[in-house]
Structures are given as C-alpha cells and as structure tokens.
C-alpha cells in the first residue's frame, strides 16, 4: 500500500511514485488494468557499459551537434499505457527531446541532448520505470545491413517509373482502332519504350543475368537461366521490331515482367526478416561483461575478454563464456540449455558452461575458453553441420530446379522448331512465351517460405527446432 493504493508489487509502485510526482498519473486512466508484474530492477553499474564509446556509437543511429537517436526493443510494451507512458518521456527528463513507439516492433525510437542526458542514464531511466530495454550484442550489429537492401528498392523503383510510361505508350495499341494509330507517332512512342527500358533490361534485370552466369559459369543451370532468357529474347525482339518500323514489340511486358519479379524479390526479403530466428549466439550475449583487474571492476566489451580473466557474473546474468567458479554461491540455470529450468548447484573450483545463468548473489569466475570457443558458441554455431545441411538442401533446391529448367528449355525449343517449319514470325514468340508462362519462382519460394512459416508456428509455442531437416 502506498498513498491509500494498492500495488502488485514494487515496479508497479514506484512508476506510480515517478508518475505522480511528474504529474503525469493519468497513464492510470488510459486502461484500468495497465501495467504487469515485474521483479524489482537491479540497476547499480549494469549498464556502465553505454558510457564506453565503442559500444555506444554501435548503438546511436544518429549523433550530432548534440543531439542523439537510439532505437531500443523493450519486450515489455503491450498496451496503449505503455505506449502512452514511453511517448511522454520528455516529460520525465527534460534532456529527452521526443519518443516514439513502434508498437508491433516492441521498440522505442528516443531523440535526447546527449549533453543533457547520457545513453546510460537513458536507459536507466527506462529501467527505473520498468520498461527494460533488451540489448543484446546482436545489436550492436544490426546498423551494417540497414541499407542493404537500398539497391533493390532503387531498381524497383527505376523499372516501375519505366514500367508507368511503357504502359502508356503502349496503351494505344490495345485499344479498339489502335491499328490506326498513324506510323510516325508508333515509331515515336517505340523509341521512347526503347529508351525507357534500356536501364530495366541492363541494370535492374543486372541480378538475374549475374545469377544465371555463375551457375552456367560452374556448369550448372540454375532457375534464373529461363528468366534471363526471357527477358535477353523479349529485349532483342522488341528492339528489332522498333528498329525494323514493325512495331513497337512487347516492352511493356518484359519491363512489368522485371518489375514483378524484383516485387516479389523484394516481399521474400521482407518477410524472411519477419520469420527470422537469429541462430546466432550474439543474440542472447550480453554486450559487456565486469571484469576484475588488479581487484577493480571494470566494464569490458565482450570481446575483448580472453582466457583466464576473471570476471564477475551478478543474478540473472548470463555466463558468456566456459569458465571456473572462483568465488560465491552458484546456481546456475540451464533452461536455454537443456531445457531444464531447476537451478544447479556449483561448487567452487568447478567448470560451470557458458549459456547458464546465474540465480542468486554475484558469482566470480576465471574464464577457461573465450567466447568463440565456449559450449553455447559451438552449439549454435555448428559450422561443419550448417554447411552440410546447407550444402545439401541447395543440392535438392538446385538439382530439382536444373530438371525443371532443361525441360522447360527443352519445351520452348520444340515450339519454336514447330513454328519455324509453320509459321516462322510465330516462332520467337512461342520460344519466349513458354520461357515467361514457366518462370520458376514459385519453385525458389516454396521451400524457404515452407520451413520459416513451420518454426515461426512452433516458434510462437516455444518450441525451436535446430535441425531443419526434421522439418524436411
């Protein structure tokens, strides 16, 4: 009880003390039940790491003149009180200039005046109101690929600009009388489409022909061999007809054909980053570990910890790396392990394994193996495995995408064969419809998109499965 009000317990009970004293106790009023049950936070130096300029500009986004911008994930958001309370942030601290939410994402974007308020009192902060940020070493790494996918953005958005002003001079034609539309004006608008389509064909197509070329160029056809055919044969018709004055060819198909295609290219990306689950052990590392030198603790980037340092591992903390226990009471927690959620009991002198946490007081040990070679590294990083099982699933893949295309090869040759004995301008156009009709993308998708939708479902029942091939 604390101002003739109850509280759940003492997370609920000091956000209500900072709220009140900020005038800001309408966060209640936005949903009657707001708020869960979390354990009190133990702040202290945790979080000393952020003032370590390394680490602290891996996770700024934007820094300058003063004024920063981070984006943290708080897995605690779940309502629209948390949403409102993490929008009015400023209000707490005036060195915060504004907060937003994303509340599907679970992040918080915070711009602040870093001279004002630092990234660690920033986080602290957050922590004081028990909305606690989730950073992970992970993250550290996750700004290098945030641009990664700027060049097909900008390709899809050369072919649709392309793709737009095609159609147009195409759409005469498909128009009753469009027959009649007078010779000067058709050459006029098959040059323009032939213009317009030259930076589709030789560089927003440019990933396909690349792809194509190192599996003919290691004497294998893979998926993307018709699809550079289709779109090289649709290209060198279509020019001939608009060079020859026949016409003005089929250029607004094979520019919608390439815009589709980096569509769908673009939307496997997007939801391969949905379904993703980082196997990779930065993900659940933490960023820095207290190290002991000459007796003092002091805050050390994880990496930078070698064998035989000592280093000291607080409640709920995980163990990064194999190490001995020096001193304490250890009762280590295997669950991410195991799956066993019991704590055992270690006794000093023994080994305890790196992926355990710690229940209970804080614990010292000397470190055996570095992070890379510690068990939780090696488990989720089982090289020689993952590329076995990696090596082998692209064998099917390719060998079932090889089949396909020689036939599909084999299928467009004897049609265009037929019609070159019957009627020798239908020809072309059969071998590069059949080359279109067939393209093979559904056949790329299939598997990927069948084992990442399977471990999301199981994903969200708790349930990982490190083996694909039980999947398969």
């Not at 009180?81 to 918080?108: D, H, M, R, Y």
């Not at 711009?111 to 109101?129: A, G, P």
């Not at 196997?279 to 590392?285: C, E, N, P, V």
């Not at 599909?408 to 020798?424: D, E, H, S």
Request: charged share 20%; glycine share 6%.
């Amino acid at each position: 009880m604390w101002d003739d009000k109850p509280f759940c317990c003492y997370g609920c009970k000091t956000v209500y003390e900072i709220l009140n004293a900020k005038e800001m106790d309408q966060y209640y009023e936005i949903q009657p039940m707001s708020g869960i049950k979390i354990e009190q936070a133990e702040v202290g130096d945790k979080y000393a790491y952020l003032d370590l300029d390394e680490i602290r500009e891996k996770l700024l986004i934007f820094s300058d003149g003063g004024i920063s911008k981070v984006e943290l994930f708080v897995p605690t958001i779940h309502c629209a009180s948390c949403i409102w309370l993490l929008e009015n942030l400023a209000t707490l601290n005036p060195g915060i200039i504004q907060s937003s939410v994303n509340f599907p994402a679970k992040t918080v974007n915070i711009t602040f005046k870093d001279k004002e308020i630092s990234l660690r009192q920033l986080v602290e902060l957050l922590v004081s109101i028990h909305y606690i940020p989730d950073i992970s070493l992970n993250q550290l790494e996750k700004n290098k690929g945030k641009n990664a996918d700027r060049d097909l953005l900008l390709k899809i958005g050369v072919a649709g600009f392309s793709l737009l002003n095609v159609m147009l001079y195409n759409f005469p034609e498909y128009l009753p009388g469009g027959e009649l539309l007078e010779t000067e004006f058709l050459q006029y608008f098959g040059w323009l489409s032939f213009l317009l389509s030259l930076p589709v064909v030789f560089y927003s197509a440019s990933d396909y022909y690349l792809s194509a070329f190192k599996g003919l160029k290691h004497k294998m056809v893979n998926i993307d061999v018709p699809i550079t055919l289709g779109i090289l044969t649709l290209f060198i018709q279509s020019s001939y007809d608009i060079f020859t004055g026949r016409g003005i060819g089929f250029l607004d198909s094979l520019v919608g054909l390439v815009f589709l295609l980096l569509i769908g290219k673009w939307y496997q990306g997007k939801t391969y980053q949905a379904l993703s689950f980082e196997r990779d052990y930065k993900s659940y590392f933490p960023v820095a570990v207290t190290k002991l030198i000459n007796g003092k603790e002091v805050t050390t980037p994880l990496k930078s910890v070698k064998s035989g340092d000592h280093i000291i591992i607080r409640n709920q903390e995980l163990i990064p790396a194999d190490a001995k226990l020096m001193k304490g009471q250890a009762k280590i927690d295997y669950s991410f392990v195991t799956g066993e959620s019991i704590p055992v009991p270690k006794k000093e002198g023994e080994l305890i394994f790196a992926g355990g946490r710690q229940v209970g007081g804080a614990i010292e040990m000397e470190v055996i193996h570095e992070v890379e070679q510690s068990y939780l590294t090696q488990l989720w990083n089982q090289d020689e495995k993952k590329a076995s099982d990696h090596s082998t699933l692209n064998t099917r893949i390719n060998k079932i995408g090889e089949y396909f295309t020689v036939i599909i090869l084999l299928i467009a040759t004897i049609a265009a064969v037929y019609w070159l004995f019957n009627n020798p301008s239908l020809a072309l156009f059969a071998f590069t419809s059949v080359l279109i009709i067939a393209c093979p993308c559904a056949l790329a998708l299939t598997i990927p998109f069948t084992f990442g939708s399977t471990m999301r479902m199981f994903g969200r029942k708790g349930f990982y499965i490190k083996n694909t091939q039980v999947i398969e």
